[in-house]
């Protein structure tokens, strides 16, 4: 049979293997703990002689249920699932380098990102941060001693979209790692591995969850790295199967080791909320567009930064990299604008921090999520005071159009 598309792919993952009852849905296991009426299997789990579980915070069905679905989104070799997005990034950069090692990164990143790298360059692991919607910029920036090019795909808030193909042709080359975070297209919008991605990261808490009701994370390993070119490997985890390396080190030294283990129940609300990405988002990405449209025509609005809008840099690398353009865009207003009352006038916008969600979101950046950066950082980033990003939702587009008119005046 034909290989099914995306929506029927993940409807269906759960019943693979024939789960008891025929249930549809993976059943949220809570157990913690798992006996063996043999203790030499239990040796032999430990041993990763036989398959099974042994302590929750490594493994649970319920979480490997969703790692299969995450890991067939990405069309990718498997996942291993954290409780945040920033879990996942810092417990797989923290397992896989040393103190020495260099990445390269994006200039333009979510901010808690931006915080945690900083951490890190306090740890020994050196960080340079580039315009990477340009290749020529990571290239100048690599190091003999440089293990991973991070970078986003749509990045936050003014939607830079990275220069993702010829990166990938880069660290290919170069034998890099090449670390994308997905979370602004989601699997549905990009696929990460057709630029050559070595390791996909995706905050499960935004669209792939969709309803704001659980955090979580998940790394996916494409497979397209070769692991036995890699310095940093242990060699505990070295078993036969080399493309099995990067993702055994990640799930024990990563996730095992510093323990952000997502729980089971968090688990089940995702899974169910990626039922529906598909629908979801393409009808916010058509609702960002009007969105993104209307406030370009308007005369109080000074800047729209949308990667739809044909004025927007990176427009043409959008249109041929994504599905869709995506549901994030950020505005600045005119000069005699607070952007404080311009969010208390709109009705239906939340003024609230998350992205993703199924509610159009709205938020002043500079003085919340960009606040502890500092107005220098602030500015390298191309953000100014007045901006406003909005995380557009899947309410209908006409409400949403009235509620922009009437808070900005038509
Ligand atoms: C939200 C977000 C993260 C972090 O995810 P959490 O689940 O909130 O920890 C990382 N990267 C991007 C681009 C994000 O939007």
């Known amino acids: 049979m034909k290989k099914k598309q995306f929506t029927s792919t993940i409807l269906h993952a759960d019943r693979e293997g024939r789960p008891e009852h025929g249930v549809l849905h993976k059943p949220i296991h809570t157990s913690v703990a798992y006996g063996y009426e043999d203790a030499r ?21 319920t979480i490997d249920a969703l790692a299969n679905k995450i890991t067939l989104m990405e069309q990718g070799l498997a996942s291993v699932i954290f409780a945040s997005g920033m879990a996942a990034i810092g417990s797989t950069i923290l397992s896989l380098l040393r103190s020495g090692d260099h990445i390269v990164s994006s200039a333009f990143l979510f901010g808690n990102t931006n915080s945690l790298f900083n951490t890190l360059t306090s740890l020994g692991i050196e960080i340079t941060f580039v315009d990477a919607t340009d290749v020529a910029n990571v290239e100048a920036a690599i190091r003999p001693n440089t293990k991973l090019v991070f970078v986003e795909t749509i990045a936050n808030p003014v939607t ?54 659980a955090l979580g994370g998940s790394v996916t390993d494409t497979g397209l790295y070769d692991w036995s070119s890699f310095d940093n490997i242990y060699d505990n985890y070295k078993n036969k199967d080399s493309a099995q390396w990067g993702i055994t080190q990640i799930r024990k030294k990563g996730l095992r080791d510093f323990g952000a283990a997502l729980a089971p129940e968090a688990a089940h609300h995702i899974s169910v909320g990626s039922d529906t990405l598909n629908l979801r988002i393409r009808h916010a990405c058509e609702n960002a567009l009007a969105i993104a449209e209307l406030c370009d025509q308007h005369p109080k609005v000074k800047k729209v930064s949308y990667p739809g ?18 549901a994030i865009l950020s505005i600045e207003l005119e000069d005699n604008i607070d952007c404080f009352d311009f969010l208390n006038s709109l009705e239906l916008i939340v003024s609230s921090s998350n992205l993703g969600d199924n ?45 922009f008119n009437q808070a900005l005046g038509t």
């Open 359 to 403: 509610r159009s979101l709205g938020i002043p950046v500079a003085h919340t999520i960009y606040f502890e950066m500092g107005p220098e950082r602030r500015t390298s980033m191309g953000i100014p005071d007045s901006m406003v990003r909005f995380s557009i939702g899947i309410e209908d587009k006409e409400d949403l159009i009235a509620d």
């Open 160 to 213: 830079q979209v990275a220069d993702l193909s010829a990166i990938g042709d880069l660290c290919e080359k170069q034998k890099l790692i090449y670390f994308v975070d997905n979370t602004m297209t989601s699997p549905c919008l990009f696929l990460p591995v057709d630029v050559k991605a070595s390791l996909i990261i995706n905050s499960l808490t935004k669209y792939i969850g969709g309803h704001g009701n």
């Open 309 to 326: 809008l044909p004025a927007h840099p990176q427009h043409d690398r959008a249109r041929e990299l994504f599905k869709h353009f995506g």
């Open 41 to 61: 299997e239990l040796a032999e789990v430990f041993q990763n002689k036989r398959q099974g579980y042994a302590y929750g915070r490594q493994n649970n069905p």
